[in-house]
């Protein structure tokens, strides 16, 4: 039985710093294409950083330079730095797992983690 399980969502004020993370079980970590998305209330959801199998990373543009996301293969976890965060960071964060190989497509989610950023 695959399994993502997010956790580190918080209330924080503006500025602030939260780490999330994602913990895989089931899936060989170290071949899938790990993805942090997120979704605001009344919008549809988008990608916030991405980290494939061989490390290569990319961002929204709307959190290059404040986001990093990082991933231990030994822990089967990626992680989402978040700082100097925004009202407009609030959301869902989800964790996605995803591989293509051998001809199969493999997709999963996590159940997400709620962000709130205010004063």
């Known amino acids: 039985q695959v399994q993502l399980v997010e956790s580190g969502g918080d209330l924080v004020q503006p500025g602030g710093s939260l780490r999330l993370s994602c913990a895989a079980s089931g899936i060989i970590f170290s071949f899938y294409n790990m993805g942090w998305y997120r979704q605001a209330p009344g919008k549809q959801r988008e990608l916030v950083a991405r980290?494939?199998?061989?490390?290569?990373?990319n961002y929204a543009d709307s959190v290059k330079g404040r986001f990093t996301i990082s991933r231990d293969n030994a822990k089967n976890t990626v992680y989402l730095q978040m700082n100097s965060l925004k009202p407009e960071d609030t959301a869902v964060y989800s964790c996605?797992?995803?591989?293509?190989?051998?001809?199969?497509?493999?997709?999963?989610w996590g159940q997400g983690t709620q962000v709130t950023v205010s004063s």
């Open positions: 996605n797992a995803f591989m293509r190989r051998w001809g199969l497509v493999n997709d999963y």
């Open positions: 980290i494939d199998s061989g490390g290569s990373i």
